[in-house]
């Protein structure tokens, strides 16, 4: 085990140099640590540069500017979940943030994290894509945004390049009568990693018509899947069964999962379509109290 | 690379010490400041018996970098008696037997506490999904949830 250098810097500008001077792959950022300092003790990874960057005030508020809603991507979820602007505006994404892990896990877990990590079941990806969340990254060449929906490129591999790391999600605020949900299945009541997630927002007309609409799933595939399909089958209709199942079809022919010590391939393949059945259906009703 | 001097409050104390920059908080805390109340389980943020307050929310100390609590505030299971007079808590576990072997006890408790610090009533299914990610070994829960559920009572002034 070589020596490890501890870094705190308080600006990104700071974080992106220590960053870019590090030798290629020597160095990780440190938000809440819950995936990173685990992988550091079973000897996965052996950084020899830390560089937390919860000193950075751009990674840890939540405020809405510009139109989004901007979170920070080093803050906790417990801070985040009573920040007033997230519920109200996202109640999908907050479900979905909740679920992450214990009351512990959640003092120190982030929605930055959560993405970086690029678990295929990360629970607040599929949230944060289906509401065409954008990632703000720094690096050498100054900041970018990528959609969240193109952040993760395999499973624990992501578009992050050399010396850059995420400051921040920026999620538009939902159009009128627009609204999300997530459900994820796992074996037990609390504390397990979904077997399969799904996110679904959607878009109503005064007449209670989908106009828009979004499906993710997590779980079932090396990345967060969108399923136009799914999508398809529930605009222009009025989120009726038929609609439904025929989304839930789409969501599971659009399954390619893995069997797992938590699910057949068969198994994940159904539940996509009941949760994603499920999930638009929660959608629905809260975007048509949204009038 | 050298030691890392840390300037940290520890249950309001302003206190400071020496770590490596792989020493975690849990490790310091017996280790450098010989407050061994707080407890090793399973290193991976799974058990909950390293539970341990950064800033008031509750985290696992086996989670956090020693070097990271530089100018925080920490609370440990050494903070919550008064003296000799036993928190509510403290004094329900006993009560209640919600202890065999202890290992978990003191994660349990600041978890709890941290429980009835934002929700002074909660019902019992909110007590077992705060204490989700404590584990115990030995008592089945059932004592753990009954004793907290009494102390929340006890704190609120509830007479029975």
Redesign the interface.
């Known amino acids: 085990m070589e020596s490890m250098h501890y870094e705190s810097p308080a600006t990104v500008a700071e974080a992106v140099r220590l960053l870019s001077d590090a030798p290629p792959g020597s160095a990780r950022v440190l938000a809440g640590g819950t995936d990173l300092l685990v992988q550091m003790r079973i000897g996965r990874i052996d950084p020899a540069l830390i560089v937390d960057v919860k000193r950075i005030p751009e990674t840890r508020g939540v405020a809405v500017r510009d139109g989004a809603l901007v979170i920070g991507a080093s803050l906790e979820t417990m801070t985040l979940r009573r920040a007033p602007d997230l519920e109200k505006n996202f109640p999908g994404l907050a479900e979905a943030a909740a679920l992450i892990g214990s009351d512990q896990i959640q003092g120190r877990a982030s929605l930055g994290g959560n993405l970086c990590n690029a678990s295929p079941a990360a629970d607040t990806v599929p949230a944060l894509i289906v509401l065409g969340a954008q990632a703000e990254i720094a690096g050498p060449e100054g900041t970018r945004r990528v959609p969240v929906a193109e952040f993760v490129t395999g499973p624990g591999s992501t578009v992050l390049g050399r010396g850059e790391f995420l400051v921040s999600l920026h999620v538009p605020l939902p159009a009128p009568r627009s609204a999300d949900a997530y459900l994820r299945l796992i074996p037990r009541t609390e504390m397990d990693i979904a077997v399969v997630g799904s996110a679904v927002s959607v878009t109503l007309d005064a007449g209670g018509t989908c106009t828009a609409a979004r499906v993710v799933l997590g779980a079932v595939a090396p990345t967060a899947i969108e399923v136009p399909e799914a999508a398809a089958a529930l605009i222009g209709s009025t989120l009726d069964d038929a609609a439904l199942g025929r989304a839930g079809q789409a969501a599971t022919a659009a399954c390619n999962p893995i069997n797992d010590m938590r699910g057949t391939v068969e198994y994940r393949r159904k539940v996509a379509a009941v949760l994603t059945r499920r999930a638009a259906a929660k959608a629905a009703e809260r975007a048509a109290g949204r009038n | 690379?050298g030691r890392?001097h840390v300037r940290t409050r520890i249950n309001g104390e302003a206190t400071e010490f020496l770590c490596d920059?792989?020493q975690?908080l849990l490790d310091a805390l017996r280790d450098e400041l010989q407050l061994t109340g707080t407890k090793e389980g399973c290193?991976?943020?799974?058990c909950?018996a390293c539970?341990v307050t950064?800033d008031g929310?509750?985290?696992?100390s086996?989670?956090?970098?020693a070097?990271?609590t530089?100018g925080h505030d920490v609370g440990t299971i050494e903070g919550m008696a008064q003296g000799e007079t036993l928190h509510p808590l403290q004094q329900k576990f006993l009560e209640h037997a919600a202890l065999q072997c202890g290992v978990c006890t003191p994660g349990f408790l600041v978890?709890a506490k941290?429980?009835l610090d934002r929700e002074p009533d909660p019902s019992e299914k909110q007590v077992r999904?705060?204490l989700?990610?404590?584990l115990c070994r030995c008592t089945g829960y059932d004592k753990i949830i009954r004793a907290v559920l009494d102390a929340a009572a006890e704190l609120r002034g509830d007479t029975r």
Do not use: Q
Not at chain 2, 43 to 46: H, R
Not at chain 2, 57 to 60: I, T
């Open positions: 690379m890392i920059p792989r975690t290193t991976t943020g799974d909950g539970s950064l929310l509750l985290v696992c086996c989670l956090v970098l070097a990271e530089e978890a941290a429980l999904y705060a989700a990610g404590n």
